[in-house]
């Protein structure tokens, strides 16, 4: 298939261009490029690969043509963004997925996968397992987008045009684009480069996690499944075994770093906490299976950070913390008020920091 990945310059859409290439597709990707001053470690950019650096907000029809499928990850992505400017994750994250998924329809493209997320469930009240069926209750701008991106891109559904929405577990797991703002990749780095882990909570809240790989795996089983089971279906994507409450996942991460010191604070009010069903997915989406278990995860994390000799200012690099590099294009005045580029910029594909 020939395929347009969206935010492919991200934490999941770098591996993902290589998996969808290594899997035998044409791939296309498209992004601002908010996060390319860095890279955590080398990875060979696969050969054919073209890369559009456009921001989602002033795509035109021309930009879609030709392609069979779109897999859509280009957005603000996660609660802290939402909250530093909410006007902008509107904006972008609904009203820039809106008009992505109306003008790929208005082009003929009948695959769309979207990356949404199991915060759209917000809460641990009501199902004690949330089901695609669950009520949401969405805690922030970011997680409200990701519904109504859900309910309005639904409406467009038809024969012609069948969306798929993923939503997402929380990631984990080594991308060249690295994260280091989500809770396992932030708890090992902190581990390693400090050898203590300072809870300010009492890390009571639940969270569903999945490694990066498995999301990835997601997307391209549910490009290439056949069309009736996936047209206008949502699927969480993770493992049900996978939903750990904060705590552990510091005990966990903790056997990993030898010496690790650990010290837990009192509940914070953070509301948000949920335990999720991956069943359907399990068994309804062709070809895939959640194969990664957080344990080996955090030890892929402790070998990586061991294998590139990790520093403390690797580790607290702006562009690996999404909302501090966001601020620090900003406060140098290469981003407008909106987060459009005020100067055009061609980033480079592999850029100046490596650790
Ligand atoms: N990482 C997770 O734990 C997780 C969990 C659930 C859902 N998701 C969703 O998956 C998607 C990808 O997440 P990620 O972790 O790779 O995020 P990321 O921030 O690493 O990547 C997002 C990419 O989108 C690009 N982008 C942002 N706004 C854009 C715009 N207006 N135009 C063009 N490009 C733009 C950024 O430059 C970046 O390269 C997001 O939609 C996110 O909400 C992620």
């Not at 650096?53 to 795509?59: C, E, F, G, S, Y």
């Not at 060249?176 to 890390?203: E, H, K």
């Not at 750990?244 to 690790?260: K, N």
Request: hydrophobic share 35%; aromatic share 10%.
């Amino acid at each position: 298939m020939n395929i347009l990945v969206t935010g492919n310059q991200g934490y999941i859409g770098y591996p993902l261009v290589r998996l969808l290439h290594d899997r035998g597709h044409t791939v296309t990707g498209l992004d601002t490029g908010y996060y390319t001053d860095g890279t955590l470690f080398e990875s060979e950019w696969p050969p054919g690969v073209r890369q559009l650096w456009k921001d989602i907000r002033t795509i035109e029809q021309s930009d879609l043509e030709g392609f069979d499928g779109i897999c859509h990850l280009a957005e603000l992505s996660n609660d802290p963004l939402g909250q530093h400017n909410e006007a902008n994750t509107y904006a972008i994250n609904h009203g820039g997925t809106i008009r992505l998924a109306r003008l790929a329809k208005e082009m003929g493209i009948e695959r769309f996968v979207y990356t949404s997320s199991c915060s759209v469930y917000g809460l641990q009240n009501g199902d004690p397992f949330k089901t695609e069926n669950s009520p949401v209750h969405p805690l922030t701008a970011y997680a409200r987008c990701k519904v109504m991106v859900e309910r309005d891109v639904s409406a467009l559904a038809d024969d012609t045009f069948s969306p798929t929405f993923l939503r997402n577990a929380t990631a984990y797991g080594p991308s060249p684009r690295q994260r280091f703002d989500i809770v396992l990749n932030n708890l090992s780095g902190v581990a390693y480069t400090t050898g203590i882990i300072n809870m300010r909570s009492d890390g009571s809240p639940w969270r569903p996690l999945v490694h990066i790989a498995d999301i990835a795996q997601a997307i391209a089983c549910t490009l290439e499944a056949p069309r009736d089971t996936v047209h206008n279906e949502v699927f969480n994507v993770g493992h049900s075994d996978e939903n750990y409450q904060v705590r552990d996942i510091v005990d966990l991460v903790a056997q990993t770093i030898p010496g690790c010191q650990v010290s837990m604070g009192s509940s914070d009010g953070d509301d948000r906490s949920y335990r999720v069903s991956f069943d359907k997915i399990a068994t309804q989406l062709p070809g895939f299976e959640s194969a990664h278990r957080l344990h080996d995860g955090a030890e892929q994390m402790a070998d990586l950070y061991a294998a590139i000799d990790l520093a403390p200012e690797d580790f607290t690099f702006r562009a690996f913390t999404r909302l501090k590099q966001l601020e620090y294009l900003l406060d140098t005045d290469q981003l407008d008020s909106e987060f459009f580029w005020r100067q055009p910029v061609e980033p480079s594909i592999m850029s100046s920091h490596n650790a």
